[in-house]
């Protein structure tokens, strides 16, 4: 099933691609690859998500910022490809850091949010490697920040 | 000398490829590179390295720990080459992240575990990029996690 | 405008391309581009800016630090073309870690150091994807570490 007709099927409509924040363009195509830029959890221009995991946010809530992420970076894609996402080949990579308390160490655990999600819309083509870290800080205080690189053609 | 005699002369055997911790995949081709998933230094399903650099762990330890994660991206990259190490053209590019104190500054040091480990086993093959930064905490408390690109053909 | 005659309209001189700290390569040529390994604020062999943003050097400091990794990165690239700055097709990526206080979340305006003079130098050629994340530790205790991904043919 295509992703246009998976994403329909679940009743999700892509947003605005995000604009960046600062001074970067948020997707570069490169040797048959689309990278796109760290998304944070924006909805409708806000953040969903703040805070260090998890003191200031439940891991619950992160994976949720993670898989906002993911619709963001999938809008920043479709914008990309002037709105013909079949040209996605597949999910190559993605770079997941958490902003995290010095003593939490379940990354993976809220990386799955984005993982599991690209999976769910795109079944083999959205099985990709990854590297989930923690860091101290993240861009306007967000969870989460995720990065992309896709296969297309 | 291959990958492979270098490892039997050196009287090293590839780990299994450890599994992932969540909902990704170990490796993925694209474009003629593989790109391993971030490693953390398991060895036999347990980590051989957790905490902090260089409060709870040494830099030795850590160091150790580095080339444990170049073990294990190796057998990862063997799995997803079928067997077949000699389709490897080079080390193109690694990332590590070490667990680090917010006063501890000696993360090429550690680094230095996993990427002289590569000119050990890969001579010229084995010289890559690297961008080395510390991080306030790792999956499942690992002190370093290393994610590698290679070229294949 | 070539990159070389824009450097030279700014009264700008690319450094000697700063060694590597420990045992990798300052860049890494693969599938038509070059991966340059993370640059710190290195000028005449010494970092221009070390410490915590904003608690130990302030944003305006780690800006210009960025921009430092900024010329460091492009010294490299050109060594690594031999010379020839007219192969560079565009930037492809950055990625810009922050050593942060842990309540600072304004990296974007430190990377922007490094994004705003990639314009300046590049135009259309210098829009890049960026993924930019605060961090509580970097080598040698910079304040900013730069990696860069160009196109080149």
Known sequence: MSLESKLKELGITLPEAPKPVAAYVPAVTSRGQV???????????ELICTGKVPSQVSIEDAQAAARQCVLNGLAV??????????????VVRIGVF??????????PQVANGASEFLLELLDEAGRHARAAVGVNALPLDASVEVEFTFEVN
Do not use: T
């Open 35 to 45: 990278i796109v830029s760290g998304q944070l959890p924006m909805q409708n221009g």
């Open 77 to 90: 894609l479709k914008a990309e490809l002037n709105g013909d996402l079949s040209r996605l080949v597949r």
């Open 98 to 107: 958490v902003q995290s308390d010095d003593n939490f160490f379940a990354q």
